[in-house]
């Protein structure tokens, strides 16, 4: 693997693979690039510069059984992968994870901390609840460009990034912006297809963004010496407890995340025991609090930068936003005449086995759980909502028939 350091704040990477693996790759050059930030990104060793594209790349070799090989990387990290390979063996035991790394050089990188925390941050549900609950620490803010909003979507990446800035202006928060292309370099398609029988859908969920994102943010934790990293949770205790799970599949979780470390900085996965509902109810109090505006980028079907307002995820927020007596226009959604027409009409294809991709809601990622809780929240003032006719249907609505049906992760019904 060849790195290649262009200026201040450029680099790619180039990986070779054997054959056998090279229907798994779209492209073998990855680039990072520091768009917005101090960073001096020359102070960075290569054993720290080299985490973006391995955090990308060695889910891959573990699941294939291959070896990934650098010249020199960070100790630290180096020895936490042992951890976080079992933690994925836990969360995937049908997978057999027998793939190594193997490097040249072991690197002590370590450092005398900061007052620092880096948050990972998109300004969605879980990444803003986390800065509201970890304001009183010295938060230095990293988004990443090339995931949610694809490289090339200029006009999306430039709306988010202005709200980002105006939000993390008015925190008086710090905030750097990554672009990278390390989605692109991996087939989505072909691995997904490939863990269907030990995973529950795609390979990015399943196995890539934790680490990734991770990797990413491990560059600017390491120039400004970072105590931590915080990485926003997804799911909850009780979201296991309600599918009868040990632990939900997802590639960041806190038993991976909790276990990455590199030089002298550590990883926590915050806001775990914490449900979706609660985290939008501590956002809309905090915001009340402090007098702040907190428009919310919940959306991955709009890559304008915005919400869309109409898919399963805007869906669900929504709907909180109104079970909590809220305006969800103040929190950067649209309501129309047929906002709430929609939604139960998307209900209802998905209850009665339709697959209706056009009408904005991505079947196999619908979280049943959390309208569940939605529903439970409005039943908690069901005499105040009775009399509301765009709202009362979802005081009584059967969510057990869309638990029941299962689709695989092309939305066919099974």
Partial sequence: MNLD???RVYFKYTIETSPDLDKYFRNKQQHVKI????????????SILILPVITNFI????????????????????NC????????????PLAEFKGKITANKLVNNSYEPSDTYISLFSQGVDSLYTVCE????????VTVYGADIPLGKKEGWKNLSNTITEFSNSMHLNTSFIETSFYSCLNQDTLTDEIQNVASSGWWHQFQHGLVFLGHSALIAYVHKAKGILISSSHSPKESEFF????????SSPITDNEFKFASCNVTHFGYEVERFEKIEAIVNYSKKHNLSFPLKVCFTSKEGGNCSICDKCS????????LKENPED??????????????????????????FGKGWNIPGVKIFDWFVIQENFNKDREYWNDNPDINWILDYNFDKIKKIKYDYKGNLH
């Fill in 316 to 323: 669900r927020c929504i709907m909180s936003l109104i079970a």
């Fill in 81 to 92: 992968l042992d951890n976080i390979k079992k933690s994925y063996k836990k969360m995937y």
């Fill in 35 to 46: 768009i917005h930030g101090d960073e001096k990104v020359a102070k960075i060793p290569d």
């Fill in 331 to 356: 929190y950067g959604f649209k309501i129309t005449d047929e906002t709430f027409i929609k939604i139960q009409e998307n209900l209802i294809y998905i209850e009665n086995g339709i697959n209706k």
């Fill in 59 to 78: 889910p891959v070799a573990w699941f294939f059984d291959a070896e990934l090989i650098v010249d020199e990387l960070d100790e630290t990290f180096y």
């Fill in 244 to 251: 009868k799970k040990d632990i939900m599949q997802c590639a």
């Fill in 134 to 141: 970890n304001f009183d620490k010295k938060l230095h803010l």
């Fill in 5 to 7: 350091i262009k200026g």
